[in-house]
């Protein structure tokens, strides 16, 4: 059974910084791409970084700089370090596996997802 739960979220000030994390089971995880997306209130659910598997990423434009998404494939886990966090960075983030032989944008080819963990930046 496919399991993806993240932790890590908070509130945090304009500046500052958060690491997420997600842990996965259920599967081989050094064979799909992951990746990390968002939802802010009223907006739809957008892709934020993604890690695949020859150890490329992809990042939004909105993030690029401030945000980097890693894989530790022995522990299972994805890492989203987020930095220079604005209060546009408010979104409940979800992790996500695509699903075999996709590693790109589109969230309709990411088959199992996390539960999310909020994100909260106050100005």
């Known amino acids: 059974q496919v399991r993806l739960m993240e932790s890590g979220g908070g509130s945090v000030q304009a500046g500052g910084s958060l690491r997420l994390s997600c842990a996965a089971s259920?599967?081989?995880?050094?064979?799909?791409?992951m990746a990390w997306f968002r939802q802010g209130p009223g907006s739809e659910r957008e892709g934020v970084a993604i890690?695949?598997?020859?150890?490329?990423?992809w990042y939004a434009d909105s993030v690029k700089g401030r945000f980097s998404i890693s894989r530790d494939s022995a522990k299972k886990i994805l890492y989203l370090q987020m930095s220079s966090l604005k209060p546009d960075d408010t979104a409940m983030y979800f992790c996500?596996?695509?699903?075999?032989?996709?590693?790109?944008?589109?969230?309709?080819?990411?088959?199992?997802w996390g539960q999310g963990t909020q994100v909260t930046v106050s100005s």
């Open positions: 890690s695949g598997l020859d150890g490329s990423t």
């Open positions: 996500a596996r695509a699903q075999a032989l996709y590693c790109n944008r589109d969230r309709e080819r990411y088959d199992y």
């Open positions: 259920g599967y081989s995880y050094a064979s799909y791409c």
